[in-house]
């Protein structure tokens, strides 16, 4: 009986893993909340390294399936990962023999310039900002070129140039060169007709006064989240984070900042999606998140800045010098940061881990209300000085 049984769980087990493996393939679209693919099956407490945010309803080719993850494939020499609740599976669809670019607009509205490039299907992308000439390159994968046609027209504002180049049979590179040495951000997403790829890029303001922006301030952590915990004082991470953020707060309005956004101004559970979509919809000119940094060791101590993208360390180098007078120790400026609030392309962002509450001298400060205060002024100074930088 148990031997018969056994067989039939091998046969079901083998039917079950045929349908994504052994050469097999179905074809899915992407679904629910912030869907992102992954390089690899590389983890560690942030998650693995993310390629990419990707809009809803885009194709993918399911090849392989790895625990909670799908290995898709997304040209023929390129794949990636994604979590298998970020897709909803395709009975029956088959992938096209070929998808086409057609015709491009590069053009402006009143506050943003977009290139809208039309595809014949929602395919994947991702995307890559350079610096020093500071450009946009946009890859689309699976797309070959039909592209003979590309109006620019004079509302555009910040980009100055862009073509593309067919880097493989299937891949798609789009480069978009921009006026300005700062990034203030893009965004990619699928147009209502559902065909037409569109880069929205954020132009530089007109007039650099803080005043003027729109400064998102997260306070880390919050409600059952609580962080780290003081080393000798048990305090929690979520609380003096928000302290901070509030002292950034009063300072920013103080300073005449019209527009300042919390995250969350009291002991709230807010996860990290969420936290991404409320930015999203406020749609800041730039974001400072705060936490408290913890290590295994007690004599890990300093400050330190972190980021995801290149175009956005100038303002995490600028808020690490301010921070660097307050006498703390230089931990550094961290890149390619896997931190889901570095992970948005729409503006720049800048995590702030203040100092160490494992360190015992760290601790001392991070519990007196003058540091609060004077972290906040720091940070201020910090913007101030980014902003005085740009060209
Ligand atoms: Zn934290």
Redesign the pocket.
């Known amino acids: 009986m148990k031997a018969i049984f056994n067989i039939i769980a091998v046969l079901f087990f083998i039917h079950a893993g045929a349908q994504d493996t052994a050469g097999r393939y179905f074809l899915a679209r992407t679904t629910g909340k912030l869907p992102f693919l992954e390089y690899g099956l590389g983890d560690d407490r942030l998650g693995g390294a993310k390629m990419t945010y990707l809009d809803s309803n885009i194709i993918l080719k399911v090849v392989d399936s790895f625990g909670i993850d799908y290995k898709v494939q997304l040209s023929k020499y390129h794949t990636a990962y994604i979590d298998k609740q970020s897709v909803q599976r395709l009975p029956g669809k088959k992938p096209a023999p070929y998808y086409l670019t057609g015709s491009w607009k590069v053009s402006g509205d009143s506050a943003y310039d977009y290139v809208s490039i039309n595809l014949d299907e929602k395919l994947p992308y991702r995307s890559q900002q350079q610096i020093n000439p500071s450009k946009i390159v946009l890859d689309i994968f699976g797309a070959t070129s039909n592209t003979n046609w590309i109006t620019q027209l004079k509302t555009t504002k910040e980009i100055k140039n862009v073509y593309y180049e067919q880097t493989e049979d299937d891949v798609f590179r789009v480069t978009v060169e921009l006026k300005h040495a700062q990034h203030w951000g893009h965004s990619i997403y699928y147009d209502t007709t559902g065909k037409r790829l569109v880069l929205q890029v954020k132009r530089q303001p007109l007039l650099l006064d803080i005043k003027k922006l729109r400064i998102a301030v997260d306070a880390?952590?919050g409600g059952d989240n609580s962080?780290?915990s003081g080393v000798s004082s048990n305090v929690l991470?979520k609380e003096y984070?928000l302290k901070i953020a509030k002292q950034l707060q009063l300072l920013l309005s103080k300073a005449g900042v019209k527009k300042v956004f919390m995250t969350r101004t009291i002991d709230t559970t807010l996860d990290m999606p969420q936290r991404i979509q409320m930015l999203k919809d406020y749609n800041p000119d730039l974001l400072i998140s705060i936490?408290?940094?913890?290590a295994g060791s007690d004599t890990v101590k300093g400050t330190s800045t972190y980021y995801r993208y290149i175009g956005y360390r100038p303002l995490t180098i600028s808020v690490l010098n301010q921070m660097l007078s307050l006498g703390l120790k230089e931990y550094g400026n961290v890149g390619n940061f896997n931190f889901s609030l570095n992970g948005p392309t729409a503006y720049p962002n800048c995590l702030v881990?203040v100092a160490f509450l494992s360190n015992r001298g760290d601790e001392k400060k991070i519990l007196d209300p003058k540091f609060h205060k004077a972290v906040a002024r720091k940070i201020y100074l910090g913007i101030q000085d980014w902003l005085k930088a740009i060209k």
């Open positions: 880390g952590h962080g780290a991470e984070t936490h408290l940094n913890s881990e």
